[in-house]
């Protein structure tokens, strides 16, 4: 199915564990992000990528690492896993251009324990 | 700081009303703003996005409008209906320029 989909939808893990959250698209958009959704906060950016390879930090990257080596992939990772970790975690992409449309993903729901 | 804020924070109506939402926005230099839907436990629809160089964008019963002079963007919804319910957020920007509002959340009743 074309669209942009995330995995695990729902994960628990305990403090200290390595987590990655995978993100995919089918529409070959150049951008993608990943954002976090907390109550009190909305949504925050942690790191975005304009292409492959090419990635840069936004609001809140600590405790995050990402990488691009393809197109359509985005995966997050939690090298090690905090409790302050616990939200959900939306991926989104949009075509060239920080104008245009961002689609977003169903979300992942994270628990540290 | 750049913020994006929302008002009201959560809004309940009987069906068949029309209503506004409002956001305002603290940077001039916006590249665009959207409008989301979020169901509970459920991910980001776009509603409508409004580029800088627009005033105003319309889809069915939706129409949004933009005023960069004063930061301010509203979302009026006409003839809301029970389906209407969930959280609508403003969102300025694009891109590693995103900031989320942090949502109204609606109530239509039946």
């Known amino acids: 199915d074309a669209g942009i989909t995330q995995s695990p939808r729902y994960k628990i893990t305990e403090t200290g564990r390595q987590v990655t959250l995978m993100c995919h698209q089918t529409?070959?958009?150049?951008?993608m992000f990943w954002y976090r959704q907390d109550l009190g906060h909305g949504l925050r950016l942690i790191y975005y990528?304009?292409?492959?390879?090419?990635?840069d930090k936004g609001e809140v990257p600590d405790g995050y690492v990402v990488s691009r080596s393809k197109t359509e992939n985005f995966p997050l990772t939690l090298e090690s896993a905090t409790r302050s970790q616990t939200s959900v975690y939306f991926c989104?992409?949009?075509?060239?251009?920080?104008?245009?449309?961002?689609?977003f993903g169903p979300g992942t729901r994270l628990t540290v324990t | 700081k750049q913020e994006v804020t929302q008002i009201p924070a959560a809004l309940s109506v009987p069906e068949g009303e029309n209503l506004v939402l409002n956001c305002s926005f603290t940077?001039?230099?916006?590249?665009?703003l959207q409008w989301f839907r979020q169901d509970p436990g459920k991910g980001l629809t776009s509603l409508l996005l409004?580029?800088?160089?627009?005033r105003e964008q319309t889809s069915g019963r939706l129409n949004a409008s933009l005023d960069k002079s004063s930061g301010r963007s509203t979302l009026y919804i006409a003839a809301s209906q029970p389906g209407d319910s969930a959280t609508y957020l403003c969102v300025e920007g694009g891109g590693f320029k995103t900031i989320f509002g942090a949502g109204t959340r609606l109530f239509v009743k039946a």
């Open positions: 940077d001039s230099a916006i590249y665009n």
């Open positions: 529409w070959s958009h150049s951008y």
């Open positions: 409004i580029q800088s160089s627009q």
């Open positions: 990528s304009a292409a492959a390879d090419i990635t």
């Open positions: 989104a992409s949009s075509d060239a251009g920080l104008a245009y449309e961002q689609y």
